[in-house]
C-alpha cells in the first residue's frame, strides 16, 4: 500500500508541475518544456524552457525549496518567487547567485501553491534555450541543508594510512558567514565542512572525488577555532581530474577545518573525502610521498659517467614535478618525471638508454642547466640537449653539448603520457636511486598489539626488511624480519605485528637490505599507548564484542562501524553510567573487516580501531 501511495504522490507532483507557461514578462512565447521531480535531490526540471516562462509547485510548511539555473551558461536569468500566479505576492527573488545565474532557497511559510517565473534579465534574448533544477531539501523529514553546513558542526573526519572515503554532499548547503573566503575554485557559495586532527607526523593529504552529480570541487582549509578560523590553502584541481588535493604540514594534534564546494555552485550532489598520513611539504614546496627522492629537482639523484650502468623507473607514484619555467622548455607534457644530476667532465655528454622495459609508450628525457635559490628549490631552466621522445618504448640517446667542464647539470626523464617505465642507462652509475621507494611508514597502537605498515611504490634488488625497537630512542634490538619482493615497480604493502606493548612510548626503526648486504634505513616512527584508553574485543569476533570504558567519566557514547570503502554500515548508542564499565554489544554485521569509531556526545573522537568480523 505504501508503495501504491508513493507513486501516486509522485504522479500527482509530475503532472501538477509538468510545464512552464508563457508570462507577459519579456513577452516571451515559445514552447514550454516538461519535467519530473524527485525529493532531496536537485533534478533537471526543464528539458528547454526560455525566457519569460513560469510553473506552479505544490509547496508544504515548513519544507525548504531550490531552483537554480546555475547549471546553465547561456543568457543572463533571473528568477522570481510569487505566491501564486504571474501577478501574486513576490516571496523570493533572485539575479546573479553564481555568475549570472539564479538560486533560490526558500522554506515555505504556508501549505500551497508558488509559482516559480524563469525570465532573462534584460528580455533581449529570449529564444535561447535553458534548464532549471530543483530539489525539496527536507522533504520526508530528510535532507535539508546538510548537518555539516557551518564549521562549528564540521563532519569528523579519521586520518588513516590509506583513503578512507567518508560520503559527503552539497545539495541543500548554504554559504557560511564570517569565515575568510578561499580565493580559488570560483567559490559562490553552497559549502560543507569537515575537520581532522594532524597525526604525530605533521603531514597530512586530502583527497576530494565524485560521488554522484558532484562533479567539480574546490577545497580550503584553516586553522584555528570554528568561530574564528584563518585560511591556509586553497585548492582546485591538483586532484583526479577536476577534483582538489592538498597535500600539507602542521603541528601535531592541532585541528584542520576543510571547506569544500562546487565550482560556482552549479552542480549539486554527493562526494567523497578523506584524509591520509602524509610526509610534509619541503622547504621548496615538494609534497606527496616522495619528498626527499629524485622525484624532485631540489632533491636529484647523483650521477658518475664511467663504466658501468643505472637503472631506474618513472614510477606511477611519482608527481609532475614542474619548477620554474620546465613546462614550457620540455617537448611533450610532464606528468611522472625525476631528475639526475652529474658534472660535465667535456664539453659533450652523451646518455645511452639501453633499455626501456615493462611499458607501451616508453619515457622522453632532456638535459638542463639549472639555477637554484637560497633554499637549493630550481629556479630557472636551459635546455642543452635534444628533448628525446620516441612515444614507443624503444632504446635511444640524449646528447648534451656546449656544457661546461666541472659545472653541475640535470637530466630529467619522464613517462611519455604517465606510462611507468623501468629504464637502463650505458656508462653512467648513480646513487641516491632508491632501490625501494617507501610511500609511507606508520604505526598504530591497536588492542593486543602494535600495528606496523609500510608501502613500496617500486623495489630493485630488495632483499628484506628489519624491525628494531627501542625503549628510550637510542637502543634498539631487532624484532623481527619481513622479506622483500626482489623487483617491482607495482605498490606492495607490508604488515608486521609487536605483541609486547607493555610500554608507554616506544620507538620503530625500519631498515632495507639489498641482496649484495647494502643496508638502508627508511624511517623510524614513535607509537605511545595510553593506560586509560577505551577497549574493545575480541579480536577477531563472532557473536559480540565488549566496549570496556576504563576510567573514563561515565557518559554515553556513539560507536560507528565502518566498511572498507569507508561507508558507516551501522550505529549503536552505548550507556556508561559508571567510571569504569565492560558493555557487551551484539556484533550482526556480515563477516569482514570494519574500523570500529568511538565517539563522546559531543561528537569528539576518542578511539578508531580496527575489527574483524568472523
Not at 508558488?114 to 534584460?122: G, P
Not at 618504448?393 to 648534451?400: L, N, P, Q
Request: proline share 3%.
Amino acid at each position: 500500500m505504501r508503495k501504491i501511495l508513493f507513486f501516486i504522490t509522485f504522479l500527482l507532483l509530475v503532472f501538477q508541475n509538468s510545464s512552464y507557461s508563457q508570462c507577459s514578462n519579456c513577452n516571451a512565447n515559445y514552447p514550454s518544456g516538461t519535467f519530473t521531480t524527485t525529493s532531496n535531490s536537485l533534478t533537471t526540471v526543464a528539458s528547454c524552457i526560455y525566457g519569460g516562462e513560469y510553473s506552479n509547485y505544490s509547496v508544504t510548511n515548513g519544507e525548504t525549496y531550490t531552483w537554480t539555473t546555475c547549471g546553465n551558461s547561456n543568457f543572463d536569468t533571473q528568477l522570481t518567487l510569487t505566491s501564486g500566479g504571474c501577478g501574486g505576492a513576490n516571496l523570493a527573488y533572485n539575479d546573479d547567485d553564481c555568475g549570472v545565474q539564479s538560486t533560490i532557497t526558500w522554506t515555505a511559510t504556508f501549505t500551497g501553491t508558488v509559482t516559480l517565473l524563469v525570465s532573462e534579465f534584460d528580455c533581449s534574448n529570449n529564444s535561447t534555450c535553458m534548464t532549471v533544477e530543483w530539489a525539496c531539501t527536507s522533504c520526508g523529514g530528510g535532507g535539508g541543508t546538510p548537518s555539516n553546513d557551518d564549521p562549528c558542526n564540521a563532519t569528523p573526519l579519521a586520518v588513516n594510512t590509506t583513503c578512507v572515503n567518508t560520503t559527503g554532499t552539497n545539495v541543500g548547503a548554504t554559504s557560511s558567514a564570517g569565515v575568510p573566503l578561499p580565493g580559488c575554485a570560483n567559490y559562490t557559495g553552497g559549502d560543507v565542512w569537515f575537520s581532522f586532527t594532524i597525526p604525530a607526523s605533521g603531514g597530512y593529504q586530502i583527497d576530494v572525488s565524485d560521488a554522484g552529480g558532484f562533479t567539480d570541487g574546490g577545497m580550503a582549509v584553516y586553522s584555528g577555532t570554528c568561530s574564528a578560523l584563518t585560511l591556509i590553502e586553497c585548492d582546485d584541481d591538483d586532484g583526479a581530474g577536476l577534483f582538489p588535493m592538498i597535500n600539507n604540514a602542521g603541528t601535531p594534534g592541532q585541528t584542520i577545518w576543510v571547506r569544500v564546494w562546487e565550482y560556482g555552485n552549479n552542480s549539486f550532489g554527493d562526494f567523497n573525502i578523506c584524509v591520509t598520513e602524509a610526509v610534509p611539504p619541503s622547504a621548496c614546496g615538494d609534497s606527496g610521498p616522495n619528498v626527499g627522492t629524485n622525484d624532485f629537482c631540489s632533491t636529484p639523484a647523483t650521477l658518475t659517467q664511467g663504466a658501468g650502468t643505472f637503472s631506474s623507473t618513472t614510477s606511477a607514484t611519482y608527481s609532475d614535478d614542474l619548477p620554474a619555467n620546465i613546462n614550457s622548455l620540455f617537448c611533450g607534457s610532464i606528468e611522472n618525471n625525476s631528475w639526475y644530476q652529474f658534472t660535465a667532465s667535456s664539453t659533450t655528454e652523451i646518455f645511452n638508454f639501453t633499455s626501456v622495459t615493462n611499458c607501451l609508450s616508453g619515457i622522453q628525457a632532456e638535459v638542463y642547466s639549472v639555477t637554484y635559490d637560497a633554499n637549493g628549490c630550481c629556479t630557472n631552466f636551459t635546455s642543452m640537449s635534444n628533448c628525446w621522445s620516441p612515444a614507443t618504448a624503444t632504446s635511444g640517446t640524449v646528447t648534451a653539448t656546449g656544457l661546461t667542464v666541472g659545472q653541475d647539470y640535470m637530466l630529467m626523464v619522464d613517462g611519455y603520457a604517465g606510462n611507468a617505465c623501468d629504464f637502463t642507462v650505458g656508462n653512467w652509475t648513480g646513487i641516491n636511486i632508491l632501490p625501494v621507494n617507501i610511500i609511507s611508514f606508520l604505526g598504530y597502537a591497536e588492542e593486543k598489539y602494535t600495528q606496523l605498515t609500510w608501502i613500496t611504490a617500486s623495489e630493485e634488488n630488495n632483499d628484506y626488511f628489519i624491525i628494531e625497537k627501542s625503549l628510550d630512542g637510542e637502543n634498539y634490538r631487532e624484532i623481527g624480519k619481513l622479506n622483500g619482493s626482489g623487483n617491482s615497480t607495482s605498490q606492495i604493502d607490508y604488515q608486521f605485528k609487536d605483541y609486547d606493548i607493555y610500554d608507554e612510548l616506544v620507538y620503530y626503526k625500519l631498515y632495507q637490505v639489498d641482496f649484495d648486504g647494502t643496508k638502508k634505513q627508511i624511517g623510524v616512527i614513535v607509537i605511545t599507548r595510553e593506560k586509560d584508553e577505551i577497549s574493545v574485543y575480541p579480536n577477531p569476533a563472532s557473536e559480540t564484542l565488549n566496549f570496556t570504558f576504563d576510567k573514563v567519566s561515565g557518559q554515553n557514547y556513539t560507536v560507528e562501524y565502518i566498511d572498507v570503502s569507508g561507508r558507516v554500515v551501522d550505529e549503536i548508542i552505548i550507556v556508561n553510567n559508571s567510571n569504569k564499565a565492560t558493555s557487551k554489544v551484539f556484533f550482526t554485521l556480515n563477516e569482514g573487516y570494519y574500523l570500529v569509531r568511538i565517539s563522546d556526545i559531543n561528537g569528539n573522537i576518542l578511539k578508531t580501531t580496527s575489527i574483524i568480523k568472523n
